[in-house]
């Protein structure tokens, strides 16, 4: 992703959007957001993951019933998922023959990458009557002071945020676990509710439902 403004520093392989392989693969699995997906579903879908990562997801993904296929373009990243089928892609190139009951593209990346390009791939490899579930950003970025939290023992602190232009920031956050330290920098752009139907339609997707209280769990279906 060389010229998105996407990069990162730290131990171990550094994805091609900034992701420490490390750091993922470190991090505990991710049984909520994988219980509110397996909650929009039928049970056994099948599901196209696009961007999973080390597998935090596509794990409890699948003992909750659901066979996965795992997309990421950084191999280093897959080689951590057991039991899914993997492909190394990038997204945006994704032609799959395949079309899933259930379409997944979390962690934001609808609001980092070629926006109507992602989409796109999640509307190619959606079934007619599938679902395509994204998680869009809802943080209010703001300039100024940094922030931190912490969880499950990382500490995350925002060192860095920058406008670039309406809606859309330069952001780094680093991470701090163990010892061992990263950096992640991007660039975000807002889909805000009133950007959310235009977005979705030029994909050929229609906004279904939130599947949250937040609104940043989104619900599309082919149009
Ligand atoms: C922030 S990580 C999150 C991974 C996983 N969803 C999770 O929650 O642990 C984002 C992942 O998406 C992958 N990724 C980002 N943009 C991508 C793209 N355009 N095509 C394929 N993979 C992409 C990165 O390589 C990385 O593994």
């Keep these: 992703m060389t010229g998105t403004g996407m990069s990162g520093t730290g131990p171990g392989e550094i994805a091609p959007d900034g992701s420490a392989v490390e750091f993922y693969a470190a991090m505990p699995f991710d049984e909520r957001s994988a219980a509110l997906v397996h909650g929009a579903l039928a049970p056994g879908t099948a599901i196209l993951e696009l961007g999973a990562g080390t597998g935090r997801v596509t794990a409890p993904l699948l003992a909750l019933g659901h066979p996965v296929t795992a997309v990421d373009d950084s191999p280093e990243m897959l080689a951590h998922i057991q039991g899914a089928t993997t492909v190394h ?22 609001n980092y990458g070629d926006r109507e390009a992602l989409l796109r791939a999640c509307r190619r490899h959606a ?97």
């Design 89 to 110: 892609s990038a997204i945006q190139d994704l032609d799959l023959p395949d079309r899933f009951g259930c379409v997944l593209m979390m962690s934001y990346l609808v």
């Design 127 to 223: 079934a007619p009557d599938g679902l395509v579930i994204l998680q869009r950003e809802t943080l209010e970025w703001e300039e100024g002071s940094p922030r931190d939290w912490s969880h499950d023992g990382i500490d995350f602190r925002v060192t860095q945020v920058e406008p670039r232009g309406p809606g859309a920031v330069a952001a780094t956050i680093e991470y701090r676990m163990g010892g061992r330290r990263w950096t992640h920098s991007f660039t975000s752009r807002r889909l805000d509710d009133d950007q959310l139907p235009a977005a979705l339609e030029a994909a050929g997707l229609r906004f279904d439902r939130f599947l949250d209280d937040t609104g940043g769990w989104v619900a599309a279906r082919p149009a």
